[in-house]
């Protein structure tokens, strides 16, 4: 695992300190935590912005065609999960 260093705004730190007392957790466990979902938000985030860019380029007959096809699929893995033939 690697190691790393930071300056922290004081109010920051203590919200931090105030953040392990309060959940009983080592700083490091919650720098690690936030970082985990800081990176995961701005890749989902990313992801979002692909989508919305592919979606506008879309016109209304490929959207009902998409959205068509995805209601007989997603009913068809409801059947599955409910094990109907």
């Keep these: 695992?690697?190691?790393i260093s930071i300056r922290?705004?004081?109010?920051?730190?203590r919200r931090l300190r105030k953040e392990m007392q309060c959940c009983e957790q080592s700083r490091s466990?919650?720098?690690r935590d936030a970082l985990t979902y800081y990176l995961h938000e701005r890749e989902r985030q990313r992801v979002l912005a692909a989508f919305a860019r592919e979606a506008s380029e879309l016109d209304l007959q490929e959207?009902?065609?998409l959205a068509s096809d995805f209601a007989a699929v997603e009913q068809e893995a409801l059947d599955q999960a409910e094990d109907k033939p």
């Design 29 to 31: 466990e919650l720098i």
């Design 63 to 65: 959207i009902e065609t």
């Design 1 to 3: 695992m690697e190691t």
């Design 8 to 13: 922290l705004p004081d109010d920051l730190a």
